[in-house]
């Protein structure tokens, strides 16, 4: 009997050990799985910022490509509607000298027709190009300070 329980002490004290082993390897390798999980976290961590850094970055130089924008915007609408009383003051003059020239004497006019007619012909011709030239900046002006605004935003993101 005193044999037995020296087996069955072994056995329990085999038990025990194997369950010792097993509980410090477990922990042993809980311990590194978990220092690995803290650092990938930690790099995960690490790259969410410096991306928010990045994009920080980004929009800061975006707004601020769209506020200059905005400020060209407003400089060109100034000029525009000085662009604009020049233009008008010019018609009134344009349109002033063609009502002279239209109602001048009828014997000047019967003596140079031609010439009469050719100064109207000028005149209206003078006053649409006017007209179209005004137009035509106005789109170039537009499209240029879009296009400064696309390319400040572009340049804002370039890395």
């Known amino acids: ?3 037995t329980y020296k087996i069955i002490a072994a056995g329990v004290a ?4 194997a369950y010792f082993g097993h509980w410090i390897t477990n922990n042993h390798w809980q311990a590194k799985w978990s220092k690995h999980m803290e650092q990938d976290a930690a790099q995960v961590l690490a790259a969410n910022e410096a991306i928010r850094d990045q994009e920080r970055l980004w929009q800061g130089k975006l707004e601020e490509a769209s506020k200059d924008a905005k400020l060209r915007e407003q400089q060109l609408k100034i000029d525009s ?3 604009s009383v020049t233009v008008d003051r010019l018609r009134q003059q344009l ?3 063609t009502s002279k ?3 001048a004497n009828s014997t000047v006019t ?3 027709a031609s010439g009469a007619t050719n100064a109207v012909v000028r ?9 179209r030239a005004e137009e035509l900046a106005g789109i170039a002006d537009r499209n240029r300070q879009k296009g400064l605004a696309c390319e400040a935003a572009y340049n804002a993101l370039r890395l």
């Open 101 to 103: 020239l239209q109602s």
């Open 123 to 131: 005149a209206e011709l003078l006053g649409w190009t006017i007209q």
């Open 14 to 17: 085999l038990l025990v050990a």
């Open 1 to 3: 009997m005193n044999q």
């Open 95 to 97: 349109a002033l000298s």
């Open 110 to 112: 019967r003596l140079r």
């Open 81 to 83: 509607d000085e662009l």
